[in-house]
């Protein structure tokens, strides 16, 4: 039995559509810095993440464009242990 948090939203299916037609817009990929507790899964998948000596994330400021990059910004958003990343 589906709940109402497993539906998606009307700006889900907005986000989907937009994906699947090549129309969404560029973002910036962004750290939580409170909430970031340094384990580098981002710099392992992001070419623009590097980490600085504790191990915390240095983000280059180039925006993610496209959906090859949303792409793979999304995956290290959804594998990030603390949920520290987001697109903004
Ligand atoms: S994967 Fe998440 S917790 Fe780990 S360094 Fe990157 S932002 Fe921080």
Known sequence: MSTHADRPTPTDANDHTSRRLGLVRASRLAVDRVACTGHGVCAQLLDGVTLDEWGYPLVAPETVEGPEGHAVAET???????RALYLR
């Open 76 to 82: 290290a958003i959804r594998l990030c242990p603390a």
